[in-house]
T-cell receptor, first 111, second 114 residues
């Protein structure tokens, strides 16, 4: 089983739609959680961190459910510019210095 | 600031050839990382350097060596390239040694081994 699992998509949605991605992780000792965004043939960039209480940044809302070991990302009022691959990222546990990446969920927003 | 830079951007090697991928950051970050990205696999950690003078293996270190030349530079060497090493290679850096810090990535090196 992969440490971090995501639905690869693609999710094809019209502009203005609300779309949600889920991600599950296997290591219950995981400490920190993030969503990164990766445009086609570009490097990943941090979209937002995910906090236990949930957090929002404009049209983006991230939530963490430690009991079920999943993380979600909600995008409201989708824009064409939101088209990208969204990577779920987890720190695997205490003492580990590096991140574990999911393989990504591809979003295509259509006009 | 240029952020994280990588050279070359593209490279084609024949099986058995060697090469070094260069990475540099100008953000005074302490930790640096090398990942590879393959279709459907996500980014996998090859090696990382928590601070100048230290390096540690990641998930997929076989066939690679690294050098943390100084605080700015972290190079990845393929001694004898194999087709299985065809991939996109990303270098990243973080301010601190812990994984809670944001990772900044370079633009990547697209390597093909024939």
């Amino acid at each position: 089983r992969k440490e971090v699992e995501q639905d690869p998509g693609p999710f094809n949605v019209p502009e203005g739609a609300t779309v949600a991605f889920n991600c599950t992780y296997s290591n219950s000792a995981s400490q920190s959680f993030f969503w990164y965004r990766q445009d086609c043939r570009k490097e990943p960039k941090l979209l937002m961190s995910v906090y236990s209480s949930g957090n929002e940044d404009g049209r983006f809302t991230a939530q963490l459910n430690r009991a079920s070991q999943y993380i979600s990302l909600l995008i409201r009022d989708s824009k064409l510019s939101d088209s990208a691959t969204y990577l779920c990222v987890v720190t695997p546990g205490t003492g580990r210095r590096a991140l574990t990446f999911g393989s990504g969920t591809r979003l295509q927003v259509q006009p | 600031n240029a952020g994280v830079t990588q050279t070359p951007k593209f490279q084609v090697l024949k099986t058995g050839q060697s090469m070094t991928l260069q990475c540099a950051q100008d953000m005074n970050h302490n930790s640096m990382y090398w990942y590879r990205q393959d279709p459907g696999m996500g980014l996998r950690l090859i090696y990382y350097s928590a601070s100048e003078g230290t390096t540690d293996k990641g998930e997929v270190p076989n066939g690679y060596n690294v050098s943390r030349l100084n605080k700015r530079e972290f190079s990845l060497r393929l001694e004898s390239a194999a087709p299985s090493q065809t991939s996109v290679y990303f270098c990243a850096s973080t301010l601190g040694g812990g994984a809670t810090y944001e990772q900044y990535f370079g633009p990547g090196t697209r390597l093909t081994v024939t």
